[in-house]
């Protein structure tokens, strides 16, 4: 990553008598019925990206049927009487959503652009004051209004691709670099959160309090332009996130957590690529080359480099 002081480090490793609520609980909403795929892709990464606990909030039946066949480690939190399609929540949304008591909560791969998504998103934005991420269909549900997110009491960190970032900004996003890194600082400056652009160089902004961080992504290639793969990366980062309220690690704020979950997203792209070749490259292959991306970003911090 380009920038100065260069955030890119691995996340912190767990004590030798470390349980799962050390390695960090996460929360995901995602998926439905038309898109379900959202949803698996997201649990067998945030737990192969290290997260203790990964609880699935399903909004539509078939989820609950289909994620324990391909991601049998997850837990499912029953969400479908508790939001309805009109968008509609009842008075228990919330407590079901804190049950499993998150360190933090993913929403949005996956879940359809209509009302039921955007009473999640209020309901969630409202609950929690820990580590928020939103992607995908739970920027769309801000309507273009990412001030909405600057009363936010807990970190937000929000993952838009250029078409989101479009319909948040409510103009075109450019594609050469210098302006791809203005979008992401306006953007972080208007919601107040840390806002990667994705895309090729993904860009990594940070801009409040006097603060402004700009680091733009050195791995990846164009075979990761293909569907899940923002989902992959939702999953990493959900976990990375987590740590951040579990290890009680000062230096590992949400900034370092998007970092190094947008390099190690790139590099299981690289890895992928390696292997398979650009052409073939899915999103699931992602997730197969995660364990060997984290093995090398881990080689890289002990190195120093």
């Not at 209509?114 to 934005?125: A, I, M, P």
């Not at 370092?256 to 070749?277: E, F, I, K, P, T």
Request: neutral net charge; charged residues 20%; proline residues 6%.
């Amino acid at each position: 990553m380009a920038g100065e002081p260069n955030p890119l480090r691995a996340p912190p490793r767990l004590s030798e008598d470390a349980h799962k609520r050390d390695a960090g609980c996460v929360l995901c909403v995602a998926g439905s019925e038309t898109m379900p795929g959202a949803a698996l892709l997201v649990a067998r990464s945030a737990q192969r990206a290290g997260a203790g606990l990964v609880a699935m909030g399903c909004l539509d039946a078939s989820l609950m049927l289909v994620l324990p066949a391909a991601a049998p480690e997850a837990v499912l939190v029953d969400l479908t009487e508790v939001f309805e399609r009109r968008g509609r929540s009842r008075p228990e949304a919330a407590g079901r959503l804190r049950a499993r008591e998150p360190h933090a909560v993913l929403v949005g791969p996956g879940l359809g652009d209509d009302g039921r998504t955007r009473e999640v998103l209020r309901v969630v934005l409202e609950t929690f004051e820990l580590p928020l991420l939103l992607d995908a269909d739970a920027l769309n549900a801000l309507d273009g209004e990412p001030e909405r997110l600057q009363a936010l009491k807990g970190p937000v960190v929000i993952t838009p691709h250029p078409g989101e970032a479009a319909r948040l900004l409510k103009k075109s996003v450019p594609r050469d670099g210098a302006g791809r890194v203005a979008t992401a600082r306006e953007l972080a400056q208007r919601s107040g959160a840390v806002v990667c652009l994705k895309g090729h160089a993904t860009v990594v902004a940070l801009s409040r309090a006097g603060e402004e961080r700009v680091f733009v992504n050195s791995s990846g290639n164009a075979g990761m332009a293909t569907a899940g793969s923002g989902d992959v990366l939702a999953g990493i980062l959900v976990a990375y996130l987590a740590a951040v309220q579990a290890a009680g690690d000062p230096s590992w704020t949400p900034l370092a957590a998007a970092s190094c979950a947008v390099y190690v997203h790139g590099l299981a792209g690289d890895l992928a690529a390696r292997q398979l070749g650009r052409r073939a490259l899915i999103a699931s292959d992602l997730i197969a080359c995660l364990p060997e991306a984290q093995r090398q970003m881990e080689e890289r911090e002990a190195q120093g480099s």
